[in-house]
């Protein structure tokens, strides 16, 4: 090989862009005066030895390495080596090879940075593997073996052993992988204590359950939400909402820890000025608020909140309601936390399913109270038609006595037919006539009671039973209007839902003391929800009267003379 000093060099280096060079010093380079050449057209660096470009190699960078053939395959050698090393220094896991007494022969930096309690322990699993080993303990299942590991620190880490046979397959020394799998044991931890929870959650002794009302199941249900939510998921602050498919409404079952509570806002099931939830609740996808203060979604529920989980309840692939979650801390939940969320709120859902109390049902349990009435009503009134009709036959010639039975079977008839089609038309809410019931509660007669139900058909079954018994009945839609009537008017009885728009069932009752502290109040409740605690809340006052839904005609005359007696004494 020869050399000259013409221009064409230079122009070739800058065709090939080669600049940097490595030179591996050997006697022909240096004979035929290369080295000497090539300094006057790149950044030439000389190692002496293979062990020096090696080195070089590590700690720079070159375009190109030059070498005498006789170099060439061991200088390969130590680039594919080096570069191995170089792997195994920077994967993230603990890569080391021990001796049959435990002695470390190599580590690479990861697996020098493990504290030394946990390279103590890595040995001896190494001494462990390579005696199994050697006893053919590798001749099965291919050639590693998997051990766990927990040096006391919280942490827990993974050991795969291989063996390291010489080319005689004669044992030398074991291999070993090590893993920190903390994260991933605590996330299995953690999924095995939500499945737990879970199951608890939807473990309930039948025989008990028949004896609960809708009131006690809701109660029983909440406690262990609550409790699941705090211990395992750590959760302090979150509600329970569900959907309510005829309004397409958000229901609260559980609120905790909330400051806004989220039943004070009206949100349904949209994508658009119904908050998270409610987005949620149409879409049927999780949703991760990394930070409240820039979601145009988010509606205030913490007042130091700065970011939201909320996910789906789901029962069959429907989506019944939503699990919100909020955090005073931003950015603090992620995808593990999405999962684990979505999976306790499945078994949310299928312990709602077992309990009967979905949202659903509040409107089966409004017709149980208008069947419930008009069962209680309807034998009376065919009783009254037969006996008339008998009576008409013992009074032929009287036609002013016949005239007048005559009056009262139509009426009885006409009564008949109203709750023939009240129960009928339920779903409309149509009433033709009124249900009659003469002296029914002596204490009502004369009384001035508000009725408050967002519900139209109970509000009117209400009057319907309410004023036969001499009474003045007037009606509000919903809280706030209930809580306009009793500023402007005088009631001796307030009978409330718990759960309205406007305002709840508390503060019904509280702007009715405050108005007249004498006046006498009856809660209802549809089947149990009470997420503003108005039933526990009335009764650390006082001792409130609870009607719960669905109730008979006797349970709503018991409830108000047992109000209005308490009333009168106080």
């Not at 591996?24 to 470009?53: C, K, M, N, Y």
């Not at 030394?116 to 890595?122: A, I, S, Y």
């Not at 080319?167 to 931890?189: H, N, S």
Request: aromatic share 6%.
């Amino acid at each position: 090989m020869s050399f000259t000093s013409g221009k064409a060099l230079p122009s070739m280096a800058e065709k090939t862009d080669l600049r940097k060079l490595l030179v591996l010093r050997g006697p022909a380079l240096e004979a035929e005066g290369i080295l000497d050449f090539l300094r006057e057209h790149f950044q030439v660096s000389v190692a002496t030895e293979l062990d020096e470009a090696l080195e070089a190699m590590r700690q720079d960078r070159f375009d190109a390495v030059l070498a005498e053939t006789a170099d060439f395959l061991p200088l390969e050698r130590g680039v594919v080596t080096q570069q191995a090393s170089v792997i195994l220094d920077t994967i993230g896991d603990g890569v080391c090879i021990v001796g049959p007494g435990g002695e470390l022969v190599w580590a690479n930096r990861r697996l020098r940075e493990f504290p030394e309690k946990v390279l103590q322990r890595v040995g001896k699993v190494c001494v462990e593997a390579f005696e199994d080993f050697a006893t053919g303990g590798d001749s099965r299942g291919g050639h590693g073996k998997r051990f766990s590991i927990r040096p006391g620190d919280g942490r827990y880490y993974e050991i795969i052993c291989s063996p390291v046979r010489d080319r005689g397959g004669i044992l030398r020394q074991v291999a070993a992988v090590v893993v920190d799998a903390t994260v991933q044991r605590r996330q299995q931890l953690k999924l095995n204590a939500i499945d737990r929870a879970g199951r608890e959650l939807v473990r309930f002794d039948h025989d008990i359950l028949s004896r609960l009302d809708a009131q006690d199941r809701i109660k029983l249900l909440e406690d262990r939400i609550i409790r699941y939510s705090r211990d395992v998921l750590d959760y302090e602050h979150f509600a329970v909402l569900l959907l309510d498919e005829q309004t397409n409404r958000l229901e609260v079952l559980v609120s905790e820890g909330l400051d806004n509570a989220p039943e004070r806002y009206e949100l349904f099931a949209s994508t658009e000025d119904n908050g998270i939830s409610g987005y949620v609740a149409a879409t049927g996808r999780s949703y991760i608020c990394p930070d409240v203060r820039s979601d145009p979604r988010y509606v205030s529920g913490l007042s130091e909140a700065r970011s939201s989980l909320t996910v789906p309840l789901r029962l069959y692939d429907k989506v019944i309601g939503v699990l919100n979650v909020e955090s005073c801390t931003p950015a603090v939940f992620g995808e593990e936390d999405r999962q684990f969320a979505e999976i306790f709120a499945n078994y949310i859902a299928m312990a709602l399913n077992t309990l009967n109390l979905l949202v659903s049902e509040r409107h089966t349990t409004h017709t149980q109270v208008s069947g419930s009435i008009s069962a209680d009503l309807a034998g009376p009134l065919t009783d009254i038609i037969t006996e008339a009709t008998e009576l008409k036959d013992d009074y032929i010639g009287h036609d002013d006595i016949r005239g007048r039975l005559t009056d009262i079977i139509e009426r009885a008839h006409a009564a008949r037919k109203t709750i023939h089609d009240y129960t009928h038309a339920f779903e409309t809410g149509v009433l033709s006539g009124s249900p009659q019931q003469d002296g029914c509660e002596p204490s009502l007669e004369g009384r001035r009671v508000l009725v408050a139900d967002d519900e139209a058909t109970i509000r009117q079954t209400l009057v319907d039973v309410l004023k036969p018994c001499g009474c003045m009945v007037e009606t509000a839609a919903d809280g706030a209007d209930a809580i306009e009537k009793i500023r402007r008017g005088d009631y001796d009885l307030v009978i409330s839902d718990i759960r309205m728009p406007g305002a709840n069932g508390y503060e019904v009752f509280a702007a009715a003391k405050q108005a007249r502290p004498d006046t006498a109040v009856v809660l209802t409740t549809a089947f149990g929800y009470d997420p503003n605690h108005s039933i526990l809340r009335a009764n650390e006052e006082e001792s409130a009267n609870v009607l719960t839904k669905p109730f008979k005609v006797d349970e709503l005359m018991c409830r108000c003379r047992n109000a209005l007696e308490d009333s009168d004494r106080s």
